[in-house]
Nanobody, 124 residues
């Protein structure tokens, strides 16, 4: 069973940058697609970005395109989310997720494994 642990969250001013990491243990992430979701208080968990295990397929939510970059290092079994140009509306708990088979890539229900989340707070 894949276990995911996120890190790198924190408090940052609007316009700043953060890099989130998601370290996997257990089976290798090879053959798993990985994604980042986020959930703000009172809101449903929403898709942020996804990346296939070979890196050939990438999806971003419209709200983060051009500001966030998802990447992975298969040798380190780690997935990253580089966030720049942060806005107060990016404030949320960010979750890493993994799945072997995806259809929409953006649905919470398609992902089998989840991390515990890391808080990102952007002040105005």
């Amino acid at each position: 069973q894949v276990q995911l642990v996120e890190s790198g969250g924190g408090l940052v001013q609007a316009g700043g940058s953060l890099r989130l990491s998601c370290a996997a243990s257990g089976p290798t992430l090879r053959s798993y697609a990985t994604a980042w979701f986020r959930q703000a208080p009172g809101n449903e968990r929403e898709f942020v970005a996804a990346l296939s295990w070979k890196g050939g397929t990438i999806y971003y939510a419209d709200s983060v395109k051009g500001r966030f970059t998802i990447s992975r290092d298969n040798a380190k079994n780690t997935v990253y989310l580089q966030m720049s140009g942060l806005k107060p509306e990016d404030t949320a708990v960010y979750y890493c997720a993994a799945a072997e088979i995806l259809t929409t890539w953006t649905s919470v229900d398609e992902y089998e494994y989840w991390g515990q989340g890391t808080q990102v707070t952007v002040s105005s």
